[in-house]
């Protein structure tokens, strides 16, 4: 079972959405991962949304011409992100054995992004394997692009994976690291306890 399973029970898709639609009421910029993203690549690019959840992210790059596939274990999550976009692709699967060409997908994107603290969030143990699945995905050449918290104040759940874990498991599967921020604004990485970082399949 993932730590998202555990801490949620798989059934907070409608809580989740309900508290980002609270946060939109109240002004707060709820694009900043899409944006960060739009910037890296030009639209009509291929982006695959790796703990898609209730598709907040993949909504709004589609939205500025991204070819986008979402893929997300929480059935609850997917069935708020179908209902608020249902032209859109989105998948339910583990992401540490996810093959998009069950699903009919090409495996050729030019970047995947993954969002909201899902590298912590996954079942103990398959950190390296998530990795490996969604380096695979990828275009020679293609980002990954993966934002989490690091200690208890930016994680719901106790810290797990640390930043040379994550390097390593992204070697591993042939990802070099390009840069590495401290927000999805752009601000530079401070050794704080939060990390937005972007690797790069080698070509």
Not at 66 to 74: A, I
Request: hydrophobic share 50%; glycine share 12%.
């Amino acid at each position: 079972m993932s730590r998202w399973q555990d801490l949620t029970g798989g059934v907070s898709g409608g809580e989740y959405a309900a508290r980002f639609e609270a946060l939109a009421r109240s002004g707060k910029d709820m694009h900043g991962e899409a944006a960060f993203c739009a910037a890296l690549l030009p639209p009509a690019a291929r982006v695959l949304d790796a703990g898609c959840g209730t598709g907040r992210v993949m909504i709004r790059l589609s939205e500025l011409g991204y070819d986008c596939v979402g893929v997300d274990l929480d059935a609850s999550m997917l069935e708020v992100a179908r209902a608020q976009a249902p032209e859109l692709p989105w998948f339910q699967a583990d992401l540490a054995e996810f093959d998009p060409a069950r699903f009919g997908v090409a495996a050729d994107f030019d970047l995947v992004v993954a969002a909201g603290n899902v590298l912590p969030l996954l079942a103990p143990g398959t950190e390296a394997a998530v990795v490996d699945r969604l380096a695979a995905t990828l275009r020679p050449g293609g980002l990954l692009v993966a934002g989490f918290g690091l200690d208890a104040a930016h994680l719901p759940v106790p810290p797990t994976t640390t930043l040379p874990e994550y390097d390593a498991c992204c070697a591993a599967a042939g990802l070099a690291l390009l840069d590495r921020f401290a927000t999805w604004g752009g601000a530079p990485y401070d050794d704080g306890g939060y990390a937005v970082s972007v690797h790069r399949l080698d070509a």
